[in-house]
Each structure stands twice: as structure tokens, then as C-alpha cells.
């Protein structure tokens, strides 16, 4: 029978599309699969489904117009990104905030952080298949949600800072809500740990998975939480400190496994350093202005300028070409989520394609923040 | 031995996790305390959005229906999408005499607006403002076009053109 079977049948590896309609793939990402039977040989990505040349439209934009651009890179680190090109402007112009500025952006950081890493933590269970996770960390969001929109007037794309400073001051309820929403969150937290994080069913589909050590890491150009999970250090906030990160108390969560579940561990631990950042600074918002009154028309001297922030994902970069003029020559943005990306068919050789699933979970990609 | 302590493991933090989410389904059953959906289409006339929040460009008439836009333009210039046309003529001030520049026509295109506020930070005059209407929705994208400035409106005195 045995030799009927090699005789007259054989195996063969074949392809497989995933995506880029797939709900796995976080957006319109494709995968192009090479299977045996069902484990992974190789792992392709397919990108440019929603290129939006950003890149491109910011040459035709003066640099008040590029920072609304930026909320749609990564969606959910678009404070991040708005202060990017702030910091940019403003080293190029030597012009000096305020520590209430300063403060205000530290905390906006944070928060959208949070409300990021909740993001990721609920679709990280239902891409495990616990759907509860999803609304649970809807929940918490919601509340972050709500203070943006109090305060910054949209829910997503805030579009807060402008060159020079915050568009309004921060509404009468901001410190009241900050407050209510750290007391939530910390009773919170702990039972994610419980729901999800210690289930061992959730356990034995993330530990030792996906592994990648730290010098590919290091090869890759991982950054964020995905590097910090393989025992990178790599925070922009601890090596470059921007706006107010010099004088808060954090650590730099390492964890040095290299797997989803350290991956994992890295976020929700990030979680707990935001709320301590968040709890240093909600009293001690100091007085100020709110805003630095800068010319109508702003044109950067002739050079080049980088500026680089923390992202929710990692190091999000910002490089403009100046030659003088009020548009940009040049503008490149580096983004986390596509170095990240890469790593992805170094992470899954030899694995299941369920377990793509939950590494390209942890790897936590935003697509238009790879296409731009 | 590993087989049985898995299975006694798998069954303990599931009734722990179960626990968590059987407390949240009962407490929300009978007291609907933490409940925190909306019924949308329900509760629409009691929606009511916060002051800042960023639903549409709107072209601020006062009671008398008089507007403060004297068609400058800077708002065309400041957007970046092109969302904003101003149509302005002149006509000679019955005061002075001198040539007076007048709002025609200011046409705001919600479907090409990001709503980055770059217009309203522009205006000289604070004419335009934010308006918290959110619902948008219309079958037909010509319908989205409107005319921001009312009919019949003027400009507010004491505002020079």
C-alpha cells in the first residue's frame, strides 16, 4: 500500500492568495502564500493596494498642509505623526513652545498610545478567535475617544498640532476625564491579564511562535514594540527625548524571547508606562500659552532636516528637502509598520497558516501607514 | 501526567476568563450599568455632539441674515483640496463712493474637505466656522456641492471690504 502510494501519488507545493479582501490582514494587504500542504515555505507580500502618494502630494503642500496629511499614514498614532512634522518645522525655525505645549503633546502621545495598544490587544484576540477581546477594547477606547474629541474636535484623525503649538487649549474636562479614564483603565488592565493573557489556550497558540532573534532583529530595522519583544532597545522617546519625555519617569520595556508572546508582553507592559506617564503629568499641566504666534507663510532655510518620534508602532521618521521655497523639495516619511513587515517570512518559516494569523497579529501592521 | 494538568489548566483560566465575561452579561442584563453601545438611528434627535467637534465648514449668518465674508479669498488659498470657491465682485459704496468688494457666491465642496480647519484659521474676519452636523450621507455626490453664503445675505457692517 505504501509504495502504491509514493508510486502513483505525489505532494507538491503550491500557492496561495491571502487577501487583500481578507479581515487577517488588517486592510488591503496581499500575502502571497507557498505552501506544504499546510505549512508556510514562504511568505510574499503584495503592497501598493491603497498608495495614496503622500509622499508625493506633500511636494505640491505648504508645510501647514502637510500635517493633515499625516493623520492618515498611521491612523492610530496620528498625534504622533502631527508632531513629527511639528518638531520638524519648529527645529528648522528655532522657535521655542512652551512647557504647557510640551506637556499637552507628552500627554495627547500617550493617550493615543493607549488607545492604539488597546486597539491591537482586542484585535489580537479575535484574530485568535476570542472575539470578546474586540469589545472590550472598544470600551476602553471609546473613553480616549471621547477625550480627543472633546478636546482636539475629531475622533481619529485629530489633526491637533499646528507649527508652533496646539490649535485650541485643552477643554475645561480634559483633566477630569484623564483622570476618571486612568482610575478605569487600572482596574481594566488586570483583567485583560486574566481574560486573555493567562488563558492557556491563547498561551499555547502565541509562546514560541513566530520567533526572531536579535541580531535579525537588528537586520531587519525591526522597531517598536516588535523589536523591543526580541531585547532591542530601541525607544526614540529614551535615546532622542522630544516635547516632555525628559522629565517623566518610564522604563523602556525589553523583553528578550523574540516571540509573539514576548511581542505581546512588550505592549501591555507599554500600557502601564503610559498610565504612569499620564499620572505624572495630569496634575502638573503648567500654565501658558497655548500657542506661538508664527509667520502666515513658512519657509525653511536650504537643507535637510529628519525628525523622529515614538510611534504606537515604532520609530516613525520624517525627512524634508529644503531648498527655501514655501513647499518642500523632498518629503519622505520612514514608517514603522513596512520595516516591520518585512520580518514577517523570516518569523513564519515553517510555521501553520493559522499561526500567520496570529504573528501578523503581533507584528501589528496599519496599512496605510506601509503604502502611504 | 502533562496531558491531565493541561486539561485541568485549559478548564481553570477558561471559568476564570468565562467568569470575567459572565459577570459584565449578568450586570448588564439587569441593572445596564456599564452598558455602553447606543442605539444609533434611535437616538438620533437626542445625539448631541461636543462644541469643537468638526462636522462641516459653515459660513456664519447672524439673526438679521448677515455674514462677515468679504470675499478675500485667503480661505481658497489656504485649502489644500481645493474645497473652497469664492465668487466676489465690486460695487462703489454708497458712503464713500470708493469701489466696495461683495460676496456672490461661496461654494464649499464637502466632498473633497478633510476637515483640517486650515480655512477657518485662515479667515481674517472669523466668518466661517465649524458646524456638528455629521450626517452627510446623500445618494447623489453633486448634492454634496453647497452654497454656504444664504440667500438674500449681506455683509455685516463695520466689517471692511
Not at chain 1, 171 to 193: A, G, M, Q, S, T
Not at chain 1, 334 to 343: D, Q
Request: aromatic share 10%.
Amino acid at each position: 500500500m505504501e509504495e502504491f502510494l509514493t508510486d502513483q501519488l505525489k505532494t507538491q507545493e503550491y500557492f496561495l492568495n491571502m487577501g487583500p479582501q481578507h479581515p487577517a490582514t488588517h486592510g488591503v494587504l496581499r500575502l502571497l502564500l507557498k505552501l506544504d500542504g499546510e505549512i508556510i515555505r514562504n511568505v510574499d507580500m503584495d503592497l501598493g493596494f491603497i498608495h495614496r502618494s503622500i509622499e508625493k502630494m506633500c511636494e505640491r503642500n505648504t508645510y501647514k498642509q502637510i500635517i493633515h496629511l499625516t493623520d492618515r499614514l498611521d491612523y492610530l498614532s496620528s498625534h504622533m505623526n502631527n508632531e513629527a512634522v511639528c518638531l520638524l518645522v519648529e527645529k528648522a525655525l528655532n522657535i521655542e513652545v512652551s512647557d504647557r505645549i510640551k506637556v499637552i503633546r507628552t500627554m495627547m502621545d500617550e493617550l493615543t498610545r493607549i488607545s492604539s495598544h488597546v486597539l491591537w490587544w482586542g484585535v489580537m484576540g479575535m484574530d485568535i478567535g476570542a472575539l470578546t477581546t474586540f469589545m472590550y477594547g472598544f470600551r476602553e477606547r471609546e473613553m480616549i475617544n471621547d477625550i480627543f474629541e472633546e478636546t482636539c474636535g475629531a475622533r481619529l484623525t485629530m489633526n491637533y498640532n499646528v507649527i508652533g503649538g496646539l490649535r485650541y487649549d485643552l477643554h475645561e474636562n480634559f483633566v477630569k476625564r484623564v483622570k476618571e479614564f486612568i482610575k478605569h483603565f487600572k482596574k481594566k488592565l488586570p483583567e485583560y491579564d486574566k481574560l486573555l493573557t493567562n488563558n492557556v489556550i491563547f498561551r499555547k497558540r502565541i509562546e514560541g511562535v513566530g520567533y526572531i532573534s536579535e541580531k535579525d532583529a537588528v537586520a531587519y530595522g525591526l522597531n517598536g514594540p516588535t523589536a523591543r519583544g526580541s531585547g532591542v532597545s530601541c525607544d526614540i522617546r529614551k535615546i532622542h527625548p522630544y516635547s516632555a519625555y525628559d522629565r517623566v519617569d518610564f522604563e523602556e520595556v525589553i523583553f528578550t524571547e523574540g516571540d509573539s508572546y514576548a511581542r505581546y508582553k512588550v505592549r501591555i507592559q507599554e500600557m502601564w508606562q503610559s498610565l504612569s506617564i499620564l499620572e505624572q503629568l495630569v496634575d502638573k499641566i503648567p500654565e501658558g500659552e497655548y500657542r506661538v504666534k508664527t509667520k502666515a507663510v513658512i519657509k525653511l532655510p536650504e537643507g535637510d532636516y529628519l525628525q523622529r518620534v515614538e510611534a504606537a508602532r515604532g520609530d516613525f521618521g520624517i525627512f524634508v528637502k529644503s531648498t527655501g521655497q514655501k513647499f518642500p523639495y523632498r518629503v519622505k516619511f520612514r514608517s514603522p509598520g513596512f520595516a516591520n513587515l518585512t520580518a514577517l517570512n523570516k518569523m513564519t518559516q515553517g510555521l501553520k497558516i493559522a499561526d500567520l494569523v496570529a504573528v501578523l497579529s503581533t507584528i501589528d501592521i496599519v496599512v496605510p501607514d506601509i503604502d502611504r | 501526567m502533562s496531558y491531565f494538568s493541561d486539561i485541568i489548566n485549559g478548564t481553570k483560566t477558561l471559568i476564570t476568563g468565562m467568569r470575567i465575561t459572565g459577570k459584565y452579561f449578568f450586570v448588564n442584563l439587569f441593572t445596564r450599568k456599564d452598558v455602553i453601545t447606543q442605539q444609533y438611528p434611535d437616538n438620533i434627535d437626542t445625539l448631541k455632539m461636543f462644541d469643537r467637534f468638526r462636522g462641516e465648514i459653515t459660513l456664519y449668518h447672524n439673526e438679521n441674515n448677515e455674514h462677515k465674508c468679504d470675499a478675500c479669498t485667503l480661505c481658497v488659498s489656504a485649502c489644500p483640496n481645493g474645497s473652497l470657491e469664492v465668487f466676489g465682485d465690486k460695487k462703489p459704496d454708497p458712503e464713500t463712493g470708493k469701489n466696495k468688494r461683495y460676496l456672490v457666491k461661496h461654494i464649499y465642496h464637502l466632498e473633497m474637505c478633510t476637515m483640517c480647519g486650515l480655512c477657518i484659521e485662515a479667515c481674517p474676519q472669523d466668518a466661517l466656522e465649524w458646524g456638528q452636523d455629521y450626517h452627510h450621507v446623500q445618494y447623489d455626490r453633486s448634492k454634496l456641492t453647497k452654497v454656504l453664503n444664504k440667500p438674500g445675505s449681506k455683509l455685516m457692517s463695520g466689517i471692511k471690504g
